[in-house]
C-alpha cells in the first residue's frame, strides 16, 4: 500500500509561492546578495526598481488545494485578479476568479503565472517553448509544483532572450542538480524545495504518516491511500 500526506502542506506551499512571486517582483534576491556583498551604494532613484504585485493579474495553472490557497493570498491580499486553467470545471474557487478554456490563454493574460499542477504525464514539460511565447515580456513565471511541468531550456531561452521578465523556482527537472544557465542568472529566484519546509507542516505530515501505518497495521484500510 502506497500513501501520501495531502491537505497539511497546502498553506506552507501556498506561502512560499506568494514568497518567489513577491521575490521576483521586488528584485529582492538581487538585492540581498547586492547588499551582502559589499555593492550597495546607498538609495538611488532607480535602483533596482521591480514590480508593482497590488492590482496585477495572476493565472493558477491547476485549481486544487494549494491553487486556490494562492490564488486567495494574491487577490484578498493583493487585490488581484485571478484567472485559472484546471482540467476540471472548479464551481466555488473561493473568492472571484475566472476560468478559463487553455492553459495558453492563462498564460497570455496573466502578469504572473502559479503553477499547481500534478507533475509527470501529459504535464511533463507542459510550460514549454510554445507555451512560454504565450506569456507577456513583463510577466513572471512561479513553480512550486513539480519540476519537470516546466522545460527548463526552454526557459533559459526565453530569459535570454528577455520574452518573460523573470522567474521563481522551488523545484527542478532533476534536483538536486540545478542547471548553471539557471544559477548563474540574475532574474531567477531559485529555492531548495521549501514548500513544506515548517516545522509545523513536516510535524503534521509526519503524524499524517503515523495514522496511515496504524490503519495499516489494524487491518483497515489507510486514509491516504493513492493504490
Keep these: 500500500v502506497v500513501t501520501n500526506t495531502p491537505a497539511v502542506l497546502t498553506d ?9 512571486l513577491l521575490m521576483c517582483a521586488r528584485r529582492a534576491g538581487e538585492g540581498e546578495r547586492e547588499l551582502r556583498s559589499g555593492n550597495w551604494t546607498g538609495w538611488r532613484p532607480t535602483h533596482l526598481c521591480g514590480t508593482q504585485v497590488s492590482g496585477k493579474t495572476v493565472g493558477i495553472i491547476g485549481m486544487g488545494r494549494i491553487g486556490q490557497a494562492m490564488a486567495k493570498r494574491c487577490h484578498f491580499g493583493f487585490g488581484m485578479d485571478v484567472v485559472f486553467f484546471d482540467s476540471m470545471p472548479v464551481a466555488d474557487p473561493g473568492m472571484p476568479a475566472r ?10 493574460a496573466s502578469d504572473f503565472v502559479s503553477l499547481h499542477c500534478p507533475g509527470g504525464g501529459e504535464n511533463t514539460r507542459l510550460i514549454n517553448e510554445r507555451r512560454l511565447a504565450c506569456m507577456k515580456r513583463s510577466a513572471f513565471l512561479i513553480n ?10 526552454a526557459l ?13 523556482l522551488d523545484v527542478f527537472e532533476t534536483e538536486p542538480s540545478v542547471p548553471r544557465s539557471l544559477t548563474e542568472r540574475e532574474d531567477v529566484v531559485l529555492l531548495p524545495h521549501l514548500g513544506s519546509a515548517t516545522s509545523e507542516t513536516r510535524i503534521a505530515m509526519g503524524m499524517r504518516v503515523i495514522d496511515n501505518l496504524s490503519a495499516f497495521f489494524e487491518g483497515r484500510t489507510p486514509p491516504d491511500a493513492v493504490n
Design 144 to 153: 512550486t509544483a513539480r519540476g519537470d511541468v516546466i522545460d527548463e531550456d
Design 99 to 108: 476560468q478559463m478554456a487553455t492553459v495558453d490563454d492563462v498564460l497570455s
Design 156 to 168: 533559459v531561452q526565453a530569459l535570454r532572450e528577455r520574452r518573460i521578465a523573470g522567474a521563481g
Design 12 to 20: 506552507a506551499t501556498a506561502d512560499l509561492a506568494m514568497t518567489l
